[in-house]
């Protein structure tokens, strides 16, 4: 088992920033994919970024040039820096990660952008 908890959510101006990070305890080893997933009220969760063990990236194109994801893999966490936030980033943001033929989800921090 995989246990993800997530940190750094909270309330911010449209043009402002927040950092999320994600600690992941227990069987950590052979974690390849880590992700970040967000899901606003009526919406289907959706992929905002995702890096794997090699640090390869990809990002939802709503998020591209202004959200970094990073990883710290003797850390085993991964984070996510969120620049020029705009009110429609609103949402519960949730830490994802693959471990083989696994999936694992954090308990979700939400981040609120007022304009």
């Known amino acids: 088992q995989v246990q993800l908890v997530e940190s750094g959510g909270g309330l911010v101006q449209a043009g402002g920033s927040l950092r999320l990070s994600c600690a992941a305890s227990?069987?950590?080893?052979?974690?390849?994919?880590m992700a970040w997933y967000r899901q606003a009220p009526g919406n289907q969760r959706e992929l905002v970024a995702r890096?794997?063990?090699?640090?390869?990236?990809a990002y939802d194109d709503s998020v591209k040039g202004r959200f970094t994801i990073s990883r710290d893999n003797a850390k085993n966490t991964v984070s996510l820096q969120m620049n020029s936030l705009k009110p429609e980033d609103t949402a519960v943001y949730y830490c994802?990660?693959?471990?083989?033929?696994?999936?694992?989800w954090g308990q979700g921090t939400q981040v609120t952008v007022s304009s």
């Open positions: 994802n990660a693959h471990r083989g033929p696994w999936t694992y």
């Open positions: 227990g069987s950590t080893s052979s974690i390849n994919m």
């Open positions: 890096i794997n063990t090699g640090g390869t990236t």
